[in-house]
C-alpha cells in the first residue's frame, strides 16, 4: 500500500501543527457549499467515471491518478475519485493534491478523522484496494495486536469475570496507575456489552454477546492505585451463567487510538437554554446502558442525518455552570453531557441543531483529544486565552484547577468577543473572580459600545505582554488557546514570540 510519507505533514504535536489548529480553510467559490455537494451527490451525475462498475485498484494504477483533474486518494482501503470534490473541499485544492495517488489515510486522521468519509464521498467511491499476495502472507498468522506496534505501548490489558446469584463482575487489569473513570467508556443494549478502556495513546475493547440478559443499570469502580476497573452488572434472572458471551467484532483488541473507529450512541435532547444571542447551552441525556464521562479538554463528535448525509461536527462538552448559584436543575454529571455552540444562520450543520426539539436524539461520539490532565499538576500560573466558544474547553479546565491544583497561585482568562451581548456567561464569570481571589477574568472586544470602558482590539503583543505575567519569576507556567483559525494561529505565534515554550502552550481547535 502506497503511504505519503508523515514529514511532509505537521507531526502531531509539531509547532506547525499548534500554530495552525490542525486544519486550514479557503474561501470556497459561489455554490460549492457542503449542501451544494450533497445536491450533486443526489443528482445522479457519475462522479467515479467509472459508469456505476466497481474495480480492484492496484498500486500501479493508483499512482497514475495524481492531477487536479483524475485524482484518486486511497482512505483505509477504499480509493475515492476526488477531482469532482475538488472546489467542494474547504481546506483547498492544496490539501487534496497532498494525497493525489496515494494512501491519504495519515493525513487524513491527523487534519480532520472525524468527517465522515464514507458518507461525503460514496458516489466518488473507485473500488478497493489489491492486496499484493506477499502482503496477504505476512497476514496469514494470527498475531496479538500487541506484538506488532511501530510505537512503544502500554502492557497489554487482561479481564476476568466473576458472579453471585444476582450480579457478574467483569474486572479489566490494565497494568497502568493513572486510570481513572474517564478512561472506561461502557455501552452495552440489546444484549451487546462494548466497554473500551484508554491507555495513554492505545485503546483495549471488551466486546461480548451476554449470554443472559442483565438490568439496565449498572456500576463502576476504578482501583487507580492498582490500574483495576470493575464493571457490576445485575442479572435479570438470579441464574448460573456458564459463560459470560461470545465474542463480537474486535474483542480483546489493543491498538492506537487513532486506528479505533469511532463509535456513537444516540443521546436524547433534555433541554435547551439561550446564552447569548447566537449561543445555545444544550443538555444532552446518555442512554441508560451507558457510562462515558468526557475529560477536560477533550472533545466528542456530533452527528445528525441532514439531506440524507450524515453530517458530523466536533465540540467539547462543558460544565453546566461555572458557579453552584446557576446550577438549575441540577443534574448528575454522569449521566448528562452539555455543549455551548454557536449557532450559524448560513451554516448547515448548527441551525438543524438548532431545530432539535426536547426528546429528538443526536448521535454522540466516545471522546478524542490530546490534552493530558496532568500538564495541571503542580502548575503555579495557567493563562487561559479564548475567542468566542473558544471557550468552551477552557470551562472544564477552569474548573478542574480551582478544585484539584492546590498549587496554583493564579489562573487568568482573557476573554475575546466582538460586543459584550456575545460574551458566553458573563455574570458567571466576574462572580467566580470576586469569590475566588486566585481567578481573574479580562474581557476584550472587537466591536464595542461607546460606553464600554474595558479593554478594546484584537489579539497582540501589547495586550498579550501585559496579560502574561507569572506570579514568580521562574514559576511554572501553562497557556491555553483556543478559537477560531486566525485567532489561534496567530495568537500561537505570539506566544512563542514572547519565549514561552511548546511545552507550556496548548492549542485547541475551536
Known sequence: MLNV?????????????????GRSKVPLKQGRSLMDWIRLTKSGKDLTGMQGRLIEVTEEELKKHNKKDDCWICIRGYVYNVSPYMEYHPGGEEELMRAAGADGTDLFDQVHRWVNYESMLKECLVGRMAVKLTALKGLLPKR??????????????????????????????????????????IDHQDGSFRAETIMKDYSYLIHIGLSHEVQEDFSVRVV???????????????????????????????????????????????????????????????????????????????????????????????????????????????????????????????????????????????????????????????????????????????????????????????????????????????????????????????????????KRGHISPALLSEFLKRSLENSKVLLCICGPVPFTELGTGLLYDLNFSTDEIHSFTA
Open 144 to 185: 496479538p495486536a500487541t506484538d506488532a506496534p511501530a510505537m512503544e505501548s502500554p502492557s497489554s490489558p487482561s479481564y476476568d469475570w466473576f458472579q453471585t446469584d444476582s450480579s457478574v463482575t467483569i474486572v479489566i487489569y490494565t497494568k497502568q496507575k493513572d486510570i481513572s473513570l474517564e478512561s472506561i467508556i
Open 224 to 454: 487507580e492505585n492498582v490500574g483495576k476497573i470493575e464493571i457490576i452488572l445485575k442479572k435479570r434472572e438470579n441464574t448460573s451463567w456458564k459463560s459470560l458471551g461470545h465474542p463480537l467484532e474486535m474483542h480483546l483488541s489493543f491498538i492506537p487510538r487513532k486506528d479505533r473507529g469511532l463509535y456513537y450512541r444516540k443521546c436524547q435532547l433534555v433541554s435547551k437554554a439561550v446564552v447569548t444571542p447566537d449561543t445555545r447551552l444544550f443538555c444532552v441525556a446518555l442512554p441508560p446502558c451507558t457510562h462515558l464521562q468526557v475529560q477536560a479538554g477533550h472533545h466528542v463528535y456530533l452527528k445528525l442525518t441532514i439531506a440524507g448525509t450524515e453530517i458530523v461536527k466536533p465540540y467539547t462538552p462543558v460544565s453546566d455552570s461555572l458557579v453552584s448559584e446557576f446550577k438549575e436543575p441540577v443534574l448528575p454529571n454522569n449521566k448528562y453531557i452539555y455543549f455551548l455552540i454557536k449557532i450559524y444562520p448560513s451554516g448547515l450543520f448548527t441551525p438543524e441543531l438548532d431545530r432539535l426539539e426536547i426528546g429528538d436524539f443526536v448521535s454522540v461520539s466516545s471522546p478524542e483529544g490530546s490534552f493530558k490532565i496532568s500538564k495541571l499538576q503542580e502548575l503555579e500560573d495557567l493563562f487561559l486565552l479564548a475567542a468566542g466558544t473558544g471557550f468552551t474547553p477552557m470551562v472544564k479546565i477552569l474548573n478542574y484547577a480551582l478544585t484539584n491544583v492546590p498549587s496554583l497561585r493564579k489562573i487568568k482568562l482573557m476573554f475575546f468577543n466582538k460586543t459584550e451581548d456575545d460574551i458566553i456567561w458573563r455574570r458567571q464569570l466576574e462572580k467566580l473572580a470576586f469569590d475566588n481571589e486566585r481567578f481573574d477574568v479580562e474581557f476584550v472586544l472587537s466591536a464595542p459600545a461607546l460606553e464600554w470602558n474595558g
Open 5 to 21: 510519507p508523515s514529514q511532509s505533514f505537521p507531526g502531531p504535536s509539531s509547532q506547525q501543527r499548534a500554530a495552525s489548529g
